[in-house]
């Protein structure tokens, strides 16, 4: 594959058994819609058991079954909120950092300074965040992971990647790990290139059905209209 090719989601998540939880942005073929996909996978019983779910421009996440909820710290978060012209999307509390700091007049990558990989060693997960900044019938878009600097834990190395002029029909994912494993390999290199189609029940689709279907938990998904700010979504949950 060249540095420009554009592979469809599935393609790139078909066939891998853990790639955690997981965030693309981009804009559709036709240059309408602003798009966003977050999901999470799981393989703990304490990690599978959740749910989305949607309020407004806010999206939360809760356990589903409350009495078998061990370790709340790291799986009960709203991974979306939108602060005025921005829309945020991450894999944990730093949701609320990133909101927090644009409340301040401050900005993303500010807020993420603040931050660090997860604390759960031997894994140390990452954060990665994503937003998508709204204009004039248009958006920019920014990427970043928060990443152990070793198998110690011992310093955190921060990566923020710019997308300010979105391509039609091109989209970056950026996910929490490579693979499946002991300790699970952290995501490696640039965000990958993905196609956007204009219909968001196709991209939903493909995505969900080529995530594992043991490790897959929730997915969510959303295109707003670049013209109206009105937007359309979908939201799956594996525990129903």
């Known amino acids: 594959m060249g540095i420009y090719s554009v592979q469809k989601i599935g393609s790139l998540i078909r ?3 853990y790639v955690g939880r997981g965030i693309v942005i981009g804009k559709s073929e036709d240059g309408n819609h602003a798009v966003f996909a977050y999901f999470i996978m799981g393989r703990s019983e304490n990690s599978r058991n959740r749910v989305f779910s949607e309020d407004g421009d806010t999206v939360t996440i809760y356990p589903f079954d409350e009495s078998k909820v061990q370790d709340p710290s790291l799986i009960i978060y709203s991974p979306i909120r939108r602060y005025k012209n921005s829309v945020i ?3 944990g509390d730093q949701t609320d950092t990133v909101y927090d700091y644009l409340q301040q007049g401050k900005t993303f990558e500010q807020a993420l300074e603040t931050r660090c990989f997860e604390p ?6 990452p954060r990665i965040s994503g937003i998508l900044n709204f204009t004039a019938n248009d958006f920019s878009y920014k990427l970043s992971i928060l990443k152990s600097a070793d198998e110690k834990g011992s310093a955190c190395n921060r990566y923020t990647f710019s997308y300010d002029s979105p391509l039609c029909g091109l989209g970056h ?9 002991n300790p699970i390999p952290t995501f490696t290199g640039e965000p990958e290139r993905v196609r956007i189609p204009d219909n968001i029940q196709e991209f939903s689709d493909d995505l ?8 897959k938990i929730s997915l969510y998904v959303r295109y707003t209209n670049l ?14």
């Not at 759960?120 to 997960?125: E, I, L, M």
């Not at 994912?173 to 494993?181: A, R, W």
């Open 173 to 181: 994912f950026i996910h929490t790990y490579n693979c499946d494993g």
């Open 15 to 17: 066939g891998n058994d």
């Open 89 to 91: 999307v991450t894999n």
């Open 227 to 240: 013209q109206t700010g009105s937007f359309d979504r979908i939201l799956r949950n594996k525990n129903k």
């Open 208 to 215: 969900w059905s080529n995530l594992n279907e043991n490790n």
């Open 120 to 125: 759960d060693s031997p894994n140390f997960t």
